[in-house]
T-cell receptor, first 113, second 117 residues
Framework: KAGVTQTPRYLIKTRGQQVTLSCSPISGHRSVSWYQQTPGQGLQFLFEYFSETQRNKGNFPGRFSGRQFSNSRSEMNVSTLELGDSALYLC????????????FGQGTRLTVV | AQKITQTQPGMFVQEKEAVTLDCTYDTSDQSYGLFWYKQPSSGEMIFLIYQGSYDEQNATEGRYSLNFQKARKSANLVISASQLGDSAMYFCAMRELLSGNTGKLIFGQGTTLQVKP
């Protein structure tokens, strides 16, 4: 059974650019959540999608957005990149209930220069 | 607001010995779930073990066990017979309930474990 796949693994972007990250969840999982991990702030929740609908959103500016497709794959977009957006972005997939175990991908390491 | 506290930034353990990683939590919810994840240097968060607040038995998964003390609001991870491959960052997390039957994970700051040969 394939795990959670995130692409690309590494990205280097320039300030002001935009970036799109992709996450393919485990087959059968309908919930995809995104987290940002930085040395200073630790792991923070960005948003969660379930059946193509955003169910929850963390405390991030509107430059961070996402979407989910009918096959449950999800994309996360960050526009007008800032240096502080440099982080490891992790995607988690689950069946979707509040008690459901979440399985993470390997993450996308974004560096903004 | 819910909070997870991991007070050990770094730990060392000798290979083949057991080690306990501490985690305390704060919540006003009656029903909640606690998780432990391992993050090697590659970055992937690997699910280790889960404990529900109403589970009477401590969770175990192979060499991992969770020492759940509800009254003290602690959920310590015990790794028995440590191996070199256990060297990694370990995160304790709690599911915070949001609207409907949904939730998000709240993570502690993590503990870096180094296993010495």
């Amino acid at each position: 059974k394939a795990g959670v796949t995130q692409t690309p693994r590494y990205l280097i972007k320039t300030r002001g650019q935009q970036v799109t990250l992709s996450c393919s969840p485990i087959s059968g999982h309908r919930s995809v959540s995104w987290y940002q991990q930085t040395p200073g702030q630790g792991l923070q929740f960005l948003f969660e999608y379930f059946s193509e609908t955003q169910r929850n959103k963390g405390n991030f500016p509107g430059r961070f957005s996402g979407r989910q497709f009918s096959n449950s794959r999800s994309e996360m977009n960050v526009s007008t990149l800032e240096l502080g957006d440099s982080a490891l972005y992790l995607c988690a997939s689950s069946f979707g209930g509040a008690g459901a175990e979440a399985f993470f991908g390997q993450g996308t390491r974004l560096t903004v220069v | 607001a819910q909070k997870i506290t991991q007070t050990q930034p770094g730990m060392f353990v000798q290979e083949k010995e057991a080690v306990t990683l501490d985690c305390t939590y704060d919540t006003s919810d009656q029903s909640y779930g606690l998780f432990w994840y391992k993050q090697p240097s590659s970055g992937e968060m690997i699910f280790l073990i889960y404990q529900g607040s109403y589970d009477e038995q401590n969770a175990t998964e192979g060499r991992y066990s969770l020492n759940f003390q509800k009254a003290r609001k602690s959920a310590n991870l015990v790794i028995s017979a440590s191996q070199l491959g256990d060297s990694a960052m370990y995160f304790c997390a709690m599911r915070e309930l949001l609207s409907g039957n949904t939730g998000k994970l709240i993570f502690g700051q993590g503990t870096t474990l180094q296993v010495k040969p």
